[in-house]
């Protein structure tokens, strides 16, 4: 059985572009693809800190391979409500060369740094497998009646 993850409102937005942004890059045929897009995409972040300043789901992108989130303990959390950094800050590490962009980023930047490690949380522990579709009670009705009332020519 499947299990639910509820998105938050707050993230709703941003995830559905996060979530077609790396689709869209994730290609089976050239796997590389993703790495060295977000690869770039850090190194670009990296010179500019506050570049994806107001793109959360860019941002998130970039710091997506230089953060670890432990998504287990920050599970825990009331998520429903968006939470302050601080609360959030303690399930997030950083990798060292990432540190000093990091760092500037949650200087002036503090809530898209929030809500771009709560996308890759997110993200990480989305199933994207269709859930089943209830069966329609109504579907199979068969109401010869009003089926002859149509024009199968028009």
């Given at each position: 059985?499947?299990?639910?993850?509820?998105?938050?409102?707050?993230?709703?937005?941003?995830?559905?572009?996060?979530?077609?942004?790396?689709?869209?890059?994730?290609?089976?045929?050239?796997?590389?693809?993703?790495?060295?897009?977000?690869?770039?995409?850090?190194?670009?972040?990296?010179?500019?800190?506050?570049?994806?300043?107001?793109?959360?789901?860019?941002?998130?992108?970039?710091?997506?391979?230089?953060?670890?989130?432990?998504?287990?303990?920050?599970?825990?959390?009331?998520?429903?409500?968006?939470?302050?950094?601080?609360?959030?800050?303690?399930?997030?590490?950083?990798?060292?060369?990432?540190?000093?962009?990091?760092?500037?980023?949650?200087?002036?930047?503090?809530?898209?740094?929030?809500?771009a490690v709560l996308l890759i949380?997110?993200?990480?522990?989305?199933?994207?497998?269709?859930?089943?579709?209830?069966?329609?009670?109504?579907?199979?009705?068969?109401?010869?009646?009003?089926?002859?009332?149509?024009?199968?020519?028009?």
């Open positions: 059985m499947q299990s639910q993850t509820n998105l938050p409102e707050y993230l709703t937005d941003d995830f559905s572009m996060y979530l077609e942004n790396m689709n869209s890059l994730s290609d089976p045929e050239n796997p590389e693809l993703l790495s060295n897009y977000l690869s770039n995409l850090f190194e670009q972040l990296k010179q500019m800190p506050l570049l994806f300043n107001g793109m959360v789901d860019q941002l998130a992108m970039a710091i997506s391979t230089k953060v670890r989130i432990d998504s287990k303990n920050l599970s825990t959390l009331e998520l429903n409500d968006e939470p302050e950094w601080a609360n959030v800050k303690p399930f997030v590490g950083v990798h060292a060369d990432a540190r000093a962009c990091i760092t500037e980023i949650m200087a002036h930047a503090e809530e898209d740094l929030k809500k949380h997110f993200y990480n522990g989305y199933d994207a497998t269709p859930l089943k579709a209830e069966e329609d009670e109504y579907a199979q009705v068969d109401d010869d009646d009003e089926s002859n009332d149509y024009d199968e020519n028009y």
